[in-house]
């Protein structure tokens, strides 16, 4: 699993993402460079920092390419941009939790929670399955079902992963996903 940096930029939004964009660009970097407004990120202490003004860019980077950039935002006298927060990622994580009352969905959910893409861990999974003869039936918006599967649980591992997954649950009608969670170290 790779790790990452979450790194705070102070200067004109447009300044720093044409530097990046130009430093992703040159580097030819397919992966490794996150901007956190484009994600569903809480980024905690960050975000409060960085809300209500224009003057910053909250980006995740890893660490393979994390020296490079910051060696070239030091080196960048030309732009008035510079680094106001780095910090080493120490986790990543969202929550989710999903109801179905139809067994064709709950396969499918249990799939997805049950094998989780490469470098992802589902934690703490609590789900219960529940069948109801006597609603065997009873319409789609009844009250009673004859067959319900809910659950919940965290999704733990690698930032770019994680954000790629919690699109795909995002997607997904019968599961409700919270914002990625970053701790620093």
């Not at 960050?46 to 909250?58: F, M, N, S």
């Not at 890893?62 to 680094?83: G, P």
């Not at 969202?94 to 249990?110: H, I, Q, Y």
């Not at 954000?163 to 990625?180: A, G, M, N, P, S």
């Amino acid at each position: 699993m790779a790790s990452y940096r979450d790194v705070v930029i102070k200067g004109d939004p447009k300044a720093i993402k044409g530097f990046l964009g130009a430093f992703v660009a040159v580097k030819r970097i397919k992966h490794g460079v996150v901007f956190v407004e484009d994600h569903a990120i809480d980024g905690g202490y960050v975000k409060r920092l960085v809300h209500g003004t224009r003057d910053y860019e909250h980006i995740i980077v890893s660490t393979v390419h994390h020296k490079s950039l910051i060696s070239a935002i030091k080196r960048a006298n030309n732009i008035d941009i510079e680094i106001v927060s780095d910090q080493k990622i120490k986790r990543a994580s969202f929550e989710f939790k999903f109801e179905t009352f139809s067994r064709k969905v709950a396969g499918n959910l249990r799939r997805l929670y049950r094998n989780p893409p490469a470098g992802i861990r589902i934690i703490d999974p609590v789900v219960k399955e529940e069948f109801d003869p006597s609603a065997k039936g009873v319409e789609l918006y009844s009250p009673t079902h004859h067959y319900q599967l809910k659950g919940k649980a965290t999704a733990v591992g690698d930032v770019e992963a994680l954000i790629k997954l919690q699109q795909r649950f995002h997607d997904h009608e019968f599961i409700d996903v919270k914002d990625i969670q970053i701790e620093h170290r």
